[in-house]
Nanobody, 129 residues
Framework: QVQLVESGGGSVQAGGSLRLSCAASGYPSSRNCMAWFRQAPGKERGGVAAIYTSTGSTFYADSVKGRFTISHDSAKNTVYLQMNSLKPEDTAMYYC??????????????????????WGQGTQVIVSS
């Protein structure tokens, strides 16, 4: 059984940093697409960042470019989201998602709307002004 477990959320002041982790267990190494999504109260869930683990290619939503960094540790089967220069509008529940994708070019173009097979339970991030 595949499980994705997020951790690292919390409360921080604007301008601060947090690092989220997503540990995958029972997860076949062939699953090469991993992403972070977030959902704020009253808003739709949206993509934040994604990584095609086979090549290390990374993709970001415009709203987080230059502030967030996604990375993958294959030995630990864990994906991280380093979040710097946090803003109040980053406040949301953050979710990890995973699946297998055919190519990195496909993932580059479709990662926010891809139907991921596996999801974590989420970790809350609160940024105060």
């Amino acid at each position: 059984q595949v499980q994705l477990v997020e951790s690292g959320g919390g409360s921080v002041q604007a301008g601060g940093s947090l690092r989220l982790s997503c540990a995958a267990s029972g997860y076949p190494s062939s699953r090469n697409c991993m992403a972070w999504f977030r959902q704020a109260p009253g808003k739709e869930r949206g993509g934040v960042a994604a990584i095609y683990t086979s090549t290390g290619s990374t993709f970001y939503a415009d709203s987080v470019k230059g502030r967030f960094t996604i990375s993958h540790d294959s030995a630990k089967n864990t994906v991280y989201l380093q979040m710097n220069s946090l803003k109040p509008e980053d406040t949301a529940m953050y979710y990890c998602a995973a699946d297998r994708c055919p190519t990195w070019t496909y993932y580059r173009d479709y990662w926010p709307g891809h139907e991921y097979k596996y999801w974590g339970q989420g970790t809350q991030v609160i940024v105060s002004s």
